[in-house]
């Protein structure tokens, strides 16, 4: 069972940004560009997650996930960044949190369904209808396109779309809808995950970061025997290989 975190751990500086992009596979001049802004021919351009320029090298819990998000829209989708900026900016002012995409997850049912109707979906709806009505309203003030939005209207059911879902199976929600765990392996059967409360977020399986099981691997020993040093399946072993071999694989492109 994963462990839960509370609101305190989203602030918590876990990664530097070299690291944080490394394992994001994402260039560090890309991250940092997200999380600081800057100058380009003459024009400053605010950051997308964070609220204002901090200066800071490093990156908190709750940055890394809104940043594996910002990941896989920019990657998968080719979102322009002006239409992510505004659309959190909007979440931000309108939910009061500092990462309205890491701390906050309305409800969700069976399949992609949120647990609350479209019709419901206002002030007297809760928690999860107030949220889900603002993503709404700020997919529309954005000017988000209906394929590249979060949720949208289906048989008078509010529903993840295409793109949120592929992002909410890399995350593992805890019972607060706080992001307890993040999945870095494009493979959804992966069972790597980065944990703020977890070696120091670095990618591990049970507890034992993937990095250290493949330097076994390296200096000669075979699956098997690093398998019972470490008290995991000789799968787990071979899950570790196949993600940090993606890591290098995605270093030397």
């Not at 793109?163 to 765990?181: C, G, I, K, S, T």
Request: aromatic share 8%; hydrophobic share 45%; glycine share 6%.
């Amino acid at each position: 069972m994963m462990c839960g975190v509370d609101v305190a751990t989203l602030d918590r500086e876990i990664y530097n940004e070299a690291e944080a992009a490394r394992i994001l596979q994402v260039p560090q001049s890309t991250l940092h560009w997200w999380l600081e802004g800057g100058v380009r021919s003459g024009r400053s351009y605010p950051p997308v997650i964070r609220a204002e320029p901090t200066g800071k090298r490093a990156v908190t819990w709750a940055e890394f996930i809104e940043a594996g998000l910002l990941r896989q829209y920019r990657r998968e989708l080719h979102v322009k960044l002006a239409e992510l900026r505004r659309f959190i900016e909007i979440l931000r002012d309108q939910l009061g949190v500092p990462y309205p995409l890491a701390c906050y997850l309305p409800a969700v049912g069976e399949g992609a369904r949120l647990v609350v109707s479209a019709d419901l979906a206002g002030p007297s709806a809760g928690t999860a209808g107030e949220g889900a009505k603002v993503i709404l309203d700020a997919q529309e003030q954005a000017g988000l396109r209906a394929d590249l939005s979060l949720v949208a209207i289906t048989s008078n059911q509010l529903i993840w779309t295409p793109a949120a879902e592929a992002f909410l199976r890399r995350v593992d929600w805890d019972p607060n809808n706080l992001p307890a765990a993040w999945r870095p392996h494009e493979d959804s059967s992966s069972p790597v995950r980065c944990s703020p409360v977890t070696r120091f977020g670095r990618p591990a399986i049970r507890g034992i970061s993937t990095e250290a099981i493949v330097e076994h691997l390296d200096a000669g020993e075979d699956e098997q025997e690093v398998a019972e040093q470490f008290d995991l399946d000789v799968a787990d072993v071979r899950w570790a290989l196949s993600f940090e071999h993606s890591l290098r694989q995605a270093a030397a492109a």
